[in-house]
């Protein structure tokens, strides 16, 4: 890690990055590079998962995988910017392939200790975050290669959302969407939208010119086409829900509103166990098979 004197050093560096997209779950992941070296990070990456039969695959991991040994990259670190609840992450199998440091913020032990209740976990569940490798502290530095990056906490959404701010770009997760389609819910439990207006602010004061990247997008009615990249200007100009001067109190008003609305994400059961262990399972039972939970009138 770096020191905070080292890393407030300016940062000309501009990361390449490139997305993937998967369908089923409208989630875009990246690899980050940096273009002075051979080192990358992966953000977000979705194992494949069919809820009806419980089978999973790793059509998208391997996309991943294959683009990364072509241009034979160096994975740093594997970040997750907070515990999904809309796809499972394919994290432990990028990390046996391709190596690097599972990494997410350090809330995501409250994040463990709800939903470790919900699902009426085991004591051989830990709900300190030691899963992860790293759990990045609000502000933290680090570096990519020779590229600085540091982390925003972006609760509100999750009590675990970090943006991660690597040279000119952040990678915001689930707070932001396009200018377009607003911002995200905030009604999973630990949810907040006040925390989560703030949190866009937070990210919204970042220089006018950084680019922002989308975990998500599902287009709108004017809209059919996805898109994953927006700017900070972009943003405070049009974004539906929070641009153009809107204040805390309608912003909070119309999330709440609008998230009573929301059907549940179709994978929110699966995933959640799953991602609040950093991708592994639960353990097998006594019969070598293993179970996800699906409690009922619990979320």
Sequence with gaps: MLSNDEARKPDVISPEVTPFFDEPTNTFSYVVQDPTSTACALIDAVLDYDSASGRTGFRKADEIIRFVEQKQLNV????????????????????????GRIGIGKDVVTVQETFAKIFNCKEEFVTDGSQFDHLFADGEYYKIGNMS?????TPGHTPACMTHVIGDAAFVGDTLFMPDAGTARADFP??????????????LSLPAQTRLFMCHDYGTEQRHETAYQSM?????????HVGSGVDEADFVTMRDKRDRTLDMPHLILPSLQVNMRAGHFPAAEDNGVVYLK??????
């Design 149 to 153: 990056a540091y982390t925003l906490h």
């Design 76 to 99: 740093e670190w594997i970040i997750e910017t907070h515990v999904h609840a809309d796809h499972l992450t394919s994290a432990p199998y990028l990390q046996q392939k391709l190596g």
């Design 294 to 299: 699906i409690p009922v009138d619990a979320i």
């Design 190 to 203: 630990g949810g907040d939208a006040t925390q989560l207006f703030k949190s866009i602010h937070r990210i």
């Design 232 to 240: 900070v200007q972009d943003q405070l100009d049009a974004n539906i």
